[in-house]
């Protein structure tokens, strides 16, 4: 913190300077100064500010919340401009402010620099300490120069309260606050509150959009990946005896440890059944190889040493001798008529009658993954959005930083379990590019008009389709499927209408589904 006499310091000093312009005309110029700077500046940044009207007994903290609606830095058209110049932005607008009313009192009160570095604190309650030396040397520096003007001496105020005050007045506006409402900005129906959105989107022509077939037909090679995906999840135990333990097979075997003729903690399997694949690296030593070549129903001994450094005083660094029974080889079945007939059901639960039957409804699976892709990134890619809501987008923004802090407090109980260094900022979980809050800032907000843009069109689709929904029907649905408390839970953690909005995204993607998907299956 700031200390009183630095403070005092520094106001005395800047006072000395309002004492170089005592007259109207200076304090005149000093204004016609400051209102050049701002016509000077690009029209978005000024935007709906009315400069005239400045001079109103609004709060500063209001003139500044004004300025940012329309002078977002993060916008497309002032991308470039920096936080030091957002912060020289908002002190014009606030020492031109201040300048008004002293020509209106006829300076009844000049406003001195400990008022300035007192206001600067109120506005954010912000610390100046890293500030203040450099507002010193700025000081003296200018002292030592010979009759400065008006003009520069308000150039010179600005550079100083810029200084002081930079980075940490300028995180103090456009710091976010979390916020755990995620149906807050939304009506009860899911629609976004208070928004036409044909005023601000450009909607992408969703009803005649030209899908390569090329683009979204399945592969063969996802095909049989996923084919034997599910092949291997059903393997079964083989107890032909006929089979030969090979490197890479999946066995199940029992097995008893003993050191010295002595059973140990952990050596026995109980004749529960332990599941290895050879090679692996599982167990100690070369445990795993010596089963190469054995026979389901055979009984082997296993002779290894544990390593030194092995967790476990009482069998570090010795020899063991493990009396093991292979109790079968896991084989991989093929997809024939019968196994998918035994073990496969369509999504309405239904056995598959033939292997084929089956391979048809893999690879139609993927072309409607491939087709939803497809049209989702369509709309998006061609639709554009004019003007974002400023309300919802603040309350998205809120919602993801919520979301960011509750991922933190997740890794970092995983971290304490494991005796690792937590997570100190939330903006330590993002990528490696986000270093500091700024750059999370930034990247927060461009987070949020994603999630704003796609909540707009899907909602334009769904009016201009003329779609609807039916919440009961799905409220029952969804309790008949997982129960009455995952239902409440989901209604007290998300509210009605983010579920609502929810429901609207998969009705217009099924909607566009049906549109596009005319062939049903592939060839």
């Not at 003009?151 to 916020?179: E, P």
């Not at 292979?326 to 059901?345: M, S, Y």
């Not at 903006?427 to 994603?450: Q, V």
Request: proline share 2%; glycine share 6%.
């Amino acid at each position: 913190m700031v200390h009183d006499h630095d403070a005092d310091n520094v106001g005395r000093q800047l006072s000395g300077f309002y004492k170089l312009i005592p007259q109207v005309d200076m304090v005149l110029h000093l204004d016609k100064f400051l209102r050049g700077q701002l016509v000077r500046l690009p029209q978005k940044l000024v935007g709906n500010l009315c400069l005239a009207n400045i001079k109103d007994k609004a709060a500063d903290s209001q003139v500044i919340q004004i300025l940012l609606v329309h002078a977002n830095p993060f916008s497309e058209d002032i991308a470039q401009q920096t936080a030091v110049e957002t912060v020289v932005v908002c002190y014009l607008v606030l020492i031109r402010h201040h300048i008004v009313q002293i020509v209106e009192q006829l300076f009844a009160v000049m406003y001195t620099g400990h008022d300035i570095v007192a206001q600067g604190k109120q506005l954010g309650n912000i610390e100046f300490q890293t500030g203040i030396e450099g507002a010193h040397n700025l000081v003296e520096q200018v002292k030592r120069t010979v009759r400065i003007t008006g003009i520069v001496i308000a150039a010179a105020i600005i550079a100083v309260i810029a200084f002081a005050a930079g980075k940490s007045i300028y995180l103090s506006i456009i710091r976010t606050t979390s916020n755990s409402d995620y149906s807050a900005g939304l009506t009860a129906d899911g629609k976004i509150d208070g928004v036409n959105v044909k005023d601000v989107l450009t909607l992408a022509d969703y009803a005649n959009i030209n899908v390569p077939a090329e683009e979204v037909a399945a592969t063969d090679e996802e095909v049989e990946a996923d084919i034997n995906a599910t092949l291997e999840s059903h393997k079964e135990l083989n107890t032909d005896a006929s089979l030969e333990i090979a490197d890479g097979d999946e066995v199940n075997i029992d097995y008893v440890g003993t050191i010295d003729g002595v059973e140990f903690e952990g050596g026995n399997s109980n004749g529960a059944g332990y599941d290895l694949t050879i090679g692996s690296g599982s167990l100690v030593d070369d445990f795993e190889q010596q089963l190469i070549g054995h026979k389901p129903g055979e009984n082997v001994t296993v002779e290894v040493t544990f390593p030194e450094g092995y967790d476990g005083e009482d069998v570090a660094g010795k020899d063991a001798s493990f009396a093991v029974t292979i109790n079968g080889i896991k084989t991989t079945p093929e997809l024939t008529d019968e196994f998918v007939a035994e073990n496969l059901t369509n999504d309405d639960g239904e056995s598959y009658t033939s292997a084929e039957e089956y391979r048809t409804s893999v690879k139609n699976r993927f072309y409607e993954q491939h087709l939803e892709e497809y049209l989702t990134n369509y709309i998006m890619d061609n639709s554009a959005v004019k003007s974002y809501p400023s309300e919802y987008l603040k309350t998205i923004q809120a919602v993801t930083k919520y979301d960011d802090e509750n991922m933190m407090e997740y890794y970092n109980q995983m971290f304490s379990s494991y005796g690792m260094e937590a997570y100190q900022n939330v903006w330590d979980t993002r990528t490696d590019d986000i270093k500091d809050e700024l750059s999370y800032e930034k990247e927060l907000r461009e987070r949020a008009k994603e999630t704003v843009k796609t909540a707009l069109v899907y909602q334009a689709i769904y009016e201009d389709a003329g779609l609807s929904i039916d919440m009961d029907a799905v409220i029952a649905e969804m309790t008949e499927e997982n129960g009455e408390e995952y239902v409440a839970n989901m209604k007290q953690n998300y509210g009605d209408g983010y579920m609502a909005q929810a429901e609207i995204k998969d009705t217009v993607i099924d909607y566009l589904n049906n549109l596009y998907n005319t062939t049903g299956n592939q060839e």
